[in-house]
């Protein structure tokens, strides 16, 4: 359709305005910006034809996408300015969905002494809506379904919305939408099971203005079912970026980095568990020993068989000991930093949920807006890896240049002069303190599991002794506090 405008005739008008009336449904769902563009032709296109007709059509096109990104001023000035008398009846009716739609969510906003008149103007238009559409098809049904839950009765939806699903003649799109509404008023395992029925239509209709793949993850996150969540933020964090909503975004990146701090813990709860355990082993090896000592001590003195095994397993313990000191020193400094990090987060969201609730309830969504763009992901990110960096090299204080010397000297990674660690050596840090698992280092570092093969693989090819040997060489470099 794009080559087809191009080599379009610019006195053709008439095709050009078709052509971008199917490109702008064509990205309907998709890509707002696109969606955006072709509209703005459209209506150019229109004006130019004197096509008031046309002209309406596009506006009130405009008007549906810019009201779902929040821009009430655009779409009430298309609104106000259309000329009902002059459209015909399928046009009309889309004006009285998009009219019911702008002021009941006007209602919604301001939460004053008008929200009353915003919703009465609201339900006149749907019924109009109503009236003018397709007596059997999709708009009449939806609107219908819409109207009993606006009327507070939900329930009497429920047998609109099944039906409208059975009718074969609707689009994998508004199967979306239906079953996404459907969740809405439903609760626990319903409400789960019929907001994956919309996600899969999103996906099966390449549709990336989706909120059921967002909401599906909150329930996960407050299930505490955290790779169910993470994987479906991710999913809908994508969605949003292809889209370009924004605000979407924003939201499930704050919910991505709650779900991220909450692994941390549970990580280092884990490890903090296999220390105790390890602790509780090395006690009993201490007893078992302090007990052979004292046998051998007593009874066989001066056997030197029985003191080099006594000396063997003091040499045993050492090492343990030293593992001890190792694993407890590096236990103390990170989890001691995460859980004053955490403490920190916590804090700070619960100042931005009462910020948020605040203005909420005074309907003073700009304010909610201005929260959200002060939360700056990035230098969070940043100062964990720099905080990370500070105390892994006060334990490891010649780590890099251990690092560097089982490297070629033409290849070795040295950290810019604003760098404490980089990407590649904080990868084997982490490998260093005992995190092996490529999936775990690759969430950590926020980077996808290829990358880390990739970081691997290049810097074995560049090592001085075999990839196995190299691996075990970065693990053999000692604790600072260790002779």
């Known amino acids: 359709m ?30 707002f910006d696109s969606v955006y563009v072709y509209l703005q032709r459209q209506l ?19 008007g549906d996408i810019q009201l779902s990104r929040g821009m009430f001023k655009e779409t009430f000035d298309y609104l106000r300015q259309i000329n009902v008398s002059l459209l015909p009846d399928s046009t009309k009716q889309q004006y009285y969905k998009l009219k019911s739609f702008a002021y ?8 004053d002494a008008n929200s009353p008149k915003y919703y009465a103007i609201s339900r006149r238009a749907l019924n109009v809506s109503i009236a003018l559409a397709r007596p059997g098809g ?28 059975n009718n074969p003649a609707i689009t994998l799109h508004q199967k979306a939408m239906i079953a996404f509404n459907i969740g809405g008023q439903s609760k626990h395992e319903e409400k789960i099971k019929w907001l994956i029925k919309s996600a899969i239509y999103d996906i099966q209709s390449s549709t990336n ?16 079912q955290y790779p169910q969540a993470e994987m479906l933020l991710n999913l809908a964090l994508q969605q949003s970026s292809q889209y370009g909503n924004r605000k979407q975004g924003s939201e499930v990146i704050a919910i991505l980095k709650i779900v991220t701090a909450q692994k941390i813990i549970d990580l280092a709860n884990k490890k903090n568990d296999f220390l105790t355990y390890l602790i509780l082993i090395a006690a009993l090896v201490v007893s078992a020993i302090a007990y052979t000592a004292y046998v051998v001590h007593t009874r066989l003195k001066k056997l030197k068989v029985q003191e080099a095994i006594v000396q063997k397993r003091n040499t045993e313990l050492d090492s343990i000991n030293r593992k001890l000191l190792e694993d407890g020193r590096i236990k103390e400094e990170y989890i001691g930093y995460f859980f004053n990090t955490i403490s920190g987060h916590i804090l700070k969201l619960d100042k931005i949920k009462k910020g948020v609730t605040r203005n909420l309830k005074t309907m ?36 890099i240049m251990k690092f560097n010397a089982l490297l070629k000297p033409d290849d070795q990674i040295w950290p810019k002069r604003n760098e404490i660690l980089n990407t590649q050596i904080r990868l084997y840090a982490l490998m260093r303190l005992g995190i092996t698992e490529n999936q775990a280092i690759a969430n950590i570092l926020e980077t996808s599991l290829n990358t880390v093969y990739t970081y691997k693989t290049r810097i074995r090819s560049k090592a001085i002794v075999s990839a196995e040997d190299f691996e075990r060489m970065i693990m053999q470099i000692r ?5």
């Open 364 to 399: 003073n969504y700009q304010e909610v807006f201005n929260i959200a763009r002060e939360i700056d992901i990035n230098q969070d990110r940043a100062d964990l890896f720099h905080t990370f960096d500070s105390i892994f090299l006060k334990l490891f204080p010649n780590f």
């Open 479 to 483: 604790f600072s506090e260790i002779n």
């Open 138 to 165: 999709f708009e009449e049904g939806i609107n219908l379904a819409n109207k009993q839950i606006v009327s507070g009765h939900p329930k009497k939806a429920f047998p609109i919305y099944l039906a409208l699903l």
């Open 2 to 31: 794009k080559k087809r405008l191009r080599s379009n005739s610019p006195n053709d008008l008439a095709t050009q305005y078709f052509l971008c009336k199917e490109l702008s449904q064509s990205y309907t769902k998709f890509n």
């Open 44 to 62: 150019q296109l229109s004006i130019l034809m004197n096509d008031v007709q046309k002209q309406y059509e596009a506006e009130i096109t405009l």
């Open 209 to 224: 203005e989706t909120l059921a793949e967002a909401d599906l993850g909150k329930i996960f996150v407050e299930k505490r």
């Open 104 to 111: 009941n969510n006007l209602a919604l906003y301001n939460v």
